[in-house]
Antibody, heavy 124, light 111 residues
Framework: QVQLQESGPGLVKPSQTVSLTCIVS??????????WSWIRQNPGKGLEWIGF???????RYNPSLKSRVFISGDTSKNQFSVKLRSVTAADTGVYFC????????????????WGQGTLVIVSS | QSVLTQPPSVSGAPGQRVTISCTGS?????????VHWYQHLPGTAPKLLIY???NRPSGVPDRFSGSKSGTSASLAITGLQAEDETDYYC???????????FGGGTKLAVL
């Protein structure tokens, strides 16, 4: 049973870079057929997909965040990370990591499972 | 402003049936992409409820079902229970944004 667990600094100052890590257990991030995404929820708002890294190390980002985001994977630790630079108060929220799946007969990926999320507060 | 539009809240009495709508456009739901649904209790991991063409992961009761028509989709919950009171999100893929998109979420109240 795959499980994901996020970790991060909690509090970040404006204009700095926040780094978050997702540790994956019960499955390998190099397993074929899956991608590994970061998704966030700003206070009082819905969910926003940030980007993913797949089993081959290829990445794709939300165009609205692409200039500030970098996602990387560490196969030796079976984890993947996201760096978001030049943060502002608008980046405050809960950040989730999730596994992306395309099942047979399904058009488009869905996310399962998810981590519990890590809160990031951008404040001076 | 979310790409997929959901009602902010819905409500129903125990035992009743409620539906949650998810409205998109020709670049996402209308383009043929499936709509997936999640249940999220704040402070916990979002849980996959429905994926693809009305498929339920193991452990999700058949009280939950999904449907899609044109540029919209719906989540139906029958036999409403107190434990269903939480937030629900729809998700699909968008060709214009070349990425995954979510609804703004719907808070379900069980009266």
């Amino acid at each position: 049973q795959v499980q994901l667990q996020e970790s991060g600094p909690g509090l970040v100052k404006p204009s700095q870079t926040v780094s978050l890590t997702c540790i994956v257990s019960g499955g390998s991030i190099t397993s074929g057929g899956y991608s590994w995404s970061w998704i966030r929820q700003n206070p009082g708002k819905g969910l926003e997909w940030i980007g993913f890294i797949n089993n081959s190390g290829d990445t794709r980002y939300n165009p609205s965040l692409k200039s500030r985001v970098f996602i990387s994977g560490d196969t030796s630790k079976n984890q993947f990370s996201v760096k978001l630079r030049s943060v502002t108060a608008a980046d405050t929220g809960v950040y989730f990591c999730a596994r992306g799946i395309v099942a047979a007969g399904t058009v488009g990926e869905y996310f399962h499972p998810w981590g519990q999320g890590t809160l990031v507060i951008v404040s001076s | 402003q979310s790409v997929l539009t959901q009602p902010p809240s819905v409500s129903g009495a125990p035992g009743q049936r409620v539906t949650i709508s998810c409205t998109g456009s020709s670049s996402n739901i209308g383009a043929g992409y499936d709509v997936h649904w999640y249940q999220h209790l704040p402070g916990t991991a979002p849980k996959l409820l429905i994926y693809g063409k009305n498929n339920r992961p193991s452990g999700v009761p058949d009280r939950f079902s999904g449907s899609k028509s044109g540029t919209s989709a719906s989540l139906a919950i029958t036999g409403l229970q107190a434990e269903d009171e939480t937030d629900y999100y729809c998700q699909s893929y968008d060709d214009s944004l070349t990425g995954w998109v979510f609804g703004g979420g719907t808070k379900l109240a069980v009266l």
